[in-house]
DNA sequence: ATCCTCCCCTAC
DNA sequence: TAAGGTAGGGGAGGAT
């Protein structure tokens, strides 16, 4: 049985229906349909209970010291940021004096150096517009619909071109910003204020924003528009927003509505006082100020504009074809691309959290003798829309999603619809044309990515400052481990989270607390939108036999397909089936995952810190190429990237792996815009000896991977590079710095080690200054490089080198006959057999065993150097005599035939190799 | 038996 | 116009 506590919300009268769905930050596949429902009521005017105003951190609390860090970083970050601006200002001459300058848009100078400028010279910048803070707009081109709204909410701010301060500080003094200004120029033919005029503008005419006359300036107001009433229904000014806003900033309270579901209503009857809480808490609570918030940085006061920070005006044209940097721009602008690294970004902004929690992994692993867990999953309501429209509240009971573009024949996504817009049957992943044809009035905003982190960033601050094993699930969702914390009731503590999370953020959560991570996110699901639900284990039963299938997270279109042609659709049919059934239908770990989801059966432990396994970037969208210089040119900035994620990450991996997107035989251009369509996918792997992160590393394998494929450019649809077995970069450096070149050079004379070092840097350079002579090359190594880097390196001595290599076959053959190999060895195996699989390591006839003891000596002892479990070896044929040469970690089992082929590549690769 | 590669599926 | 990514996990099948 379920029992509804009541939900309010300010501008809902009406008993509304809470949906369920499986997620907020929805994918591509739309989430299954509601199966609960609970009444929600209007409490406007509620008041708080005193429980609920009072600080929900106690200050004894074990979370104290979470909450005491944060505060005194934030407090930090703050002092920082003031000295750097004392120290500045004082450098300079103070020009800018009670200036305080807030940038829109693309600007030269860029926004950073302005603000530098500003910092500089006594002046202040804002990041978020306040018409209490600032006192010029500094903007470069805008379009003249966005410079009609600008102009709108400025209130007759100047809006000034940065040419203003650059100028005042080049003549020392601050020039008037008349001459400066911009004008709006706006087009008498285009009278309507749009949305719309928040996306991408393609055509931006600068020269018209000269010289105009200055009772123009602020006279666009919205409310003064006489185009108000022209605007259709659907679509709502950006001024209108604004000044929708300021009509409530000074009144009344900022209401959210809430929905407490519990799933057994008669097991917490002891607990009512904690209910009485819940049904009221979330009723209203103070806005006097609904525009200012605190933001975590610098401690400045922001006012947030509803702006086009995630769609910002470019004028770039936007495919592989048109635009050089395509690859960066469509990161800049792709939501699941932010969805997706979004991960990596809070390791790193919550590493001192990480660390501090890291032993808890550890700790919790043992499920045997641990009590029973209390787990708390925390998700925030459809968090892209929620985000974007959190200061406007006249449009939360209006039909809003998320999109790049408001076209209404549009193929732009959905990103995210809030629940009035799911009412009309607008899901996420749909093309704006088919929502706007479902919810006419449908109303469409931009994406603010910036906003997102920022909200992003208050949420975990909350959820560290109330637990500290927290465990991140995306932007918007985390689980909680409560289990330590149980001297206060979970649910009271989950209540006291949303709450803050609601003051904080002017966004809703959801939260489900049980027993474990499936259950508590199945809560979750049933507590959604603004609610929270609770599952005693003895109402797990109940709660899942009629759930479908659908509902259970690691079953998505396909399990659940599968499951549907065998007539199972609710967790209480699927629970009719044997394990061993299951397994042999879906494999081992699939069936049982089914066997134990099905029955609410879920040993996973809650995980503060997650090991990286693979590190990668894919392109999908906008992909069209003419030739293959076009395809080498987008290469080459698509392995730029991962190069630089990797080194973000401070890892480099082994395993690179490139995917590319073929257009299927007989594809129609796709329905989408510059989309994939119908494609075939193709994906090959190449394992190297040696982790890389390098970008001439990465070119030219994923070239050589490319050319494997046969491919016509023309009809790649997408393209992905992905690099796995990864290994920390800083411990690489260090084993092959201190161990590699020091350990195994320093014998050699040091002639040879200058020489060594000089031909290393000058190919790390790209010149092939400095290359040796042709008749040193090693020709055995040569030959098993890629076709295309023979060819590479044939070019570099003019095309000598295929004569060369002619030249030395009939060697080359006799050498053969006498060649022995060495094989690495096994973990304590303390002989080198001769394997007689490849040849490797001479020129001469001799092994790097029989050749360098300092080798053979460590080997045989099963100890190597630098605590490294293995080593490659390769050969140098310098002086006609084959040495290893310790190139860092191979793993104990690798293919060693393999390895030892690609060490030779590899060692090429990396200029290690010395000829 | 174990590992590897090439998929596919899933979640966000 | 429009930004269809990222990463983990597992199964099938082949190599050793």
Known sequence: MLQFHASFFPDLAQVRTARVTMSSLEGRHPSSAATISSSLGDSRKRGRPDSARRNPRKRNSSFADFGSYM????????????????????????????????????????????????????????????????????????????????????????????????DSIAANKLLSWFPYQLSDGVNERCKQQKLSTFFTQKSISNSKNVETSADQQGTVGLEGSSSNDEVPKNIISYAQLQASTDEGQDSEEFGCYESEIDFDAKSVEANDAVYAISCSVLGAFDSSKPHIHNTSCCGNTKEEILDTKGAKASNMPHSTLTDPKFVENYFKNSRLHFIGIWRNRYRQHFSDFLCGAKSSNANIDSLSDRKKTIIVHIDMDCFFVSVVIRNFRDLFNKPVAVSHSDSLNGTAEISSANYPARDYGVKAGMFVRDAKACCPHLVIVPYNFEAYEEVADQFYSILHKYCNKVQAISCDEAFLDMTECSRDDPRKLALMIREEISKKTRCTASAGIADNMLLARLATRSAKPNGQCFIPSEKVRDFL??????????????????????????????????????????????????????????????????????????????????????????????????????????VQGRTVTLKVKKRRKGAEEPAKFLGCGDCETMSRSMTIPVATDDLISLRRISKQIFVSFHIDVKEVRGVGLKLSRLESADLHRKGFEENAIKSWL???????????????????????????????????????????????????????????????????RSIKSCKRTISLPEQGDNSLASSGQAAISDVGGHTAYELNDSVAGPLKKGKLPGGYSAVAISSISTQRKAQALYIGDVPNKCNELNAKIQCRYLSFERYVIFF
């Not at 970083?73 to 004096?97: M, P, V």
């Not at 014998?747 to 000089?758: A, F, I, L």
Request: charged share 25%; net charge neutral.
């Open 71 to 166: 505060a005194e970083k934030n407090r930090k970050l703050r002092d920082q940021f003031e000295t750097d601006a004392s120290t500045s200002s004082a450098d300079g001459r103070g020009i800018f004096r009670g200036i305080s300058i807030f940038v829109d848009g693309f600007t030269i100078p860029s926004s950073q150096e302005l603000k530098e400028f500003m910092l500089k010279h006594g002046g202040g910048f804002v990041n978020y517009f306040s018409r209490h803070t600032v006192t010029h707009i500094i903007c470069g081109n805008l379009p003249d619909s966005k410079m009609k709204n600008l102009r709108a909410f400025s209130r007759g701010l100047p809006v000034v071109r940065p040419a203003w301060l650059v």
């Open 545 to 650: 036999n009629d759930l479908p299938v659908k509902a259970l997270p690691g079953i998505g279109h396909s399990l659940d397909e599968k499951l549907k042609s065998r007539q199972i659709q609710s967790c209480g049919q699927l629970q009719k089936i044997s394990k061993e059934e299951l397994q042999n239908e879906f494999g081992k770990m699939t069936g049982d995952m089914l066997w134990s989801y099905c029955r609410g059966i879920d040993n996973r432990a809650v995980k503060t810190v997650q090991e990286t396994k693979s590190v990668g970037a894919e392109v999908n969208w906008g992909v069209r190429f003419n030739d293959n210089t076009d395809f080498e040119n987008f290469l080459v900035n698509l392995c730029k990237e991962v190069s630089l994620r990797l080194q973000g990450c401070r």
């Open 746 to 812: 320093a014998s050699p004379s040091e002639k040879v080690m200058k020489q060594s070092n000089k031909i290393a840097s000058s190919l790390k350079k790209g010149n092939n200054e400095g290359l040796p002579p042709l008749c040193s090359l090693d020709v055995e190594v040569v030959k098993y490089l890629p076709p295309e880097i023979i060819s590479e390196i044939n070019d570099i001595y003019m095309g000598e080198l295929h004569h060369f290599m002619e030249a030395h076959e009939d060697e080359n």
